[in-house]
T-cell receptor
């Protein structure tokens, strides 16, 4: 099976712009989660989607949003970019989202976003 | 503060030695997971241990879980240069009304040839 893919791999934007990142989960996986990784804050959970519905959300401002399509592919959008949004954005898919605790996450290679 | 905190933050050992990393957490958990990340790349899942398990093995990896002490350890035996990476523990718990997976800050492991 193909792994989790993320596009684009690298992105350079300027402050005030918006950006859309894409994630294709492993075939058959219905849960997709997004994380932001920075040297200072580490890995932080953004949100999780399951069957096109947002199930969980982290503590990020409303500028960060996402969605999931019927084929489980997911996108996240960041509007009005700030310098502090520069980070590695990781997408992870999971076979189930059982409600008794997140299961094994399969991560993509990430999108490195640089905001100038 | 972080739900999961790892110790040490950095570890440097000689090839062939064993490496032990520890993870402590604050709340009750459903499971605890360990991941590896090579520099600037995605995370790779290593082991998942459920709250009712005490020890799991996978190849050269051994994970223990002590729910009474709210701690876990990852042991890598007979280390190799290819084990150089950052290792993260992640706790799956009910937080703020939702099931979440919260990652620690990680341990940076360097294996010297």
């Amino acid at each position: 099976k193909a792994g989790v893919t993320q596009t684009p791999r690298y992105l350079i934007k300027t402050r005030g712009q918006q950006v859309t990142l894409s994630c294709s989960p492993i075939s058959g996986h219905r849960s997709v989660s997004w994380y932001q990784q920075t040297p200072g804050q580490g890995l932080q959970f953004l949100f999780e989607y399951f069957s096109e519905t947002q199930r969980n959300k982290g503590n990020f401002p409303g500028r960060f949003s996402g969605r999931q399509f019927s084929n489980s592919r997911s996108e996240m959008n960041v509007s009005t970019l700030e310098l502090g949004d520069s980070a590695l954005y990781l997408c992870a898919s999971s076979l189930i989202s059982s409600g008794v605790g997140p299961d094994t996450q399969y991560f993509g290679p990430g999108t490195r976003l640089t905001v100038l | 503060s972080q739900q999961g905190e790892e110790d040490p933050q950095a570890l440097s050992i000689q090839e062939g030695e064993n490496a032990t990393m520890n993870c402590s957490y604050k709340t009750s958990i459903n499971n605890l997971q360990w991941y590896r990340q090579n520099s600037g790349r995605g995370l790779v899942h290593l082991i998942l241990i459920r709250s009712n398990e005490r020890e799991k093995h996978s190849g050269r990896l051994r994970v223990t879980l002590d729910t009474s002490k709210k701690s876990s350890s990852l042991l890598i035996t007979a280390s190799r240069a290819a084990d150089t990476a950052s290792y993260f523990c992640a706790t799956a718990a009910l937080l703020q009304g939702a099931q979440k997976l919260v990652f620690g800050q990680g341990t940076r492991l360097t294996i010297n040839p």
